[in-house]
């Protein structure tokens, strides 16, 4: 299978997933279940949102003819920043818990979510940038 | 792992550019290679010795730098 059919095949996924989305935030906006949520008005909005927001994302890289070569030391790479990020949600998960015990935390769990993830996505994003440039 | 990519690729004035189109990597994979941050795969190493017109991968890598 050539990067060519593997990109398409990636983008028909993605446009699906997508679809999900702004259908899910449309039913749940119409049935009015979820009150506000990270800023948005409901649960609805903020699926609606995310929806055209990956749209937007996979059509711009649909869009993009720039070649991509992602070799066999990128792919090393990523398995160590990966492991990387495994280690740092670990450690992060001992952390809060020793703080939780010494003093309650009290945020909302889809602010905390929300938090979790960009941070996971931040830790691999900057250790798959140094690793990659001192491996 | 030691190797002379840098000394052959030079030898045969081919930049580090071609030779990491040749073999279907990104420049600095290269760059990483040469300065001997990096060993390739068995594969990488049979393209490079390929792409550097050498007829074995011990003329290219010193295998005997590797501990056992």
């Known amino acids: 299978m050539t ?3 593997i990109n398409k095949k990636n983008s028909v996924w ?5 679809t999900i989305l702004i259908i899910a935030g449309i039913i749940l906006s119409y049935l009015n279940i979820g009150t506000e949520f990270l800023g948005f008005p409901s649960v609805g909005s903020w699926l609606i949102y995310v929806g055209f927001i990956m749209l937007a994302i996979v059509t711009l890289q649909l869009m993009s003819n720039k070649k991509r070569i992602v070799d066999e030391r990128m792919q090393f790479v990523a398995t160590k920043a990966a492991r990387i990020t495994f280690i740092g949600i670990i450690l992060f998960a001992f952390v809060i818990m020793v703080i939780d015990g010494i003093k309650p935390i009290n945020i909302a769990y889809s602010y905390f979510m929300s938090y979790l993830i960009c941070g996971i996505i931040l830790l691999y ?7 990659l440039r001192f491996n | 792992m030691k190797n002379n990519i840098a000394e052959l690729r ?4 081919i930049t580090q550019q071609k030779l990491a189109d040749e073999v279907k990597v990104t420049r600095q994979t290269i760059i990483s290679l040469e300065f001997g941050r990096y060993n390739p795969s068995l594969e990488l190493a049979y393209k490079i010795t390929k792409a550097l017109k050498q007829k074995h991968i011990e003329d290219v890598f010193d295998l005997k730098s590797i501990e056992i």
């Open chain 1, 125 to 131: 994003l900057v250790s798959y940038k140094i690793l």
């Open chain 1, 14 to 18: 993605r446009y699906s997933l997508a």
């Open chain 2, 10 to 13: 030079k030898k045969s004035k």
């Open chain 1, 3 to 5: 990067q060519k059919h």
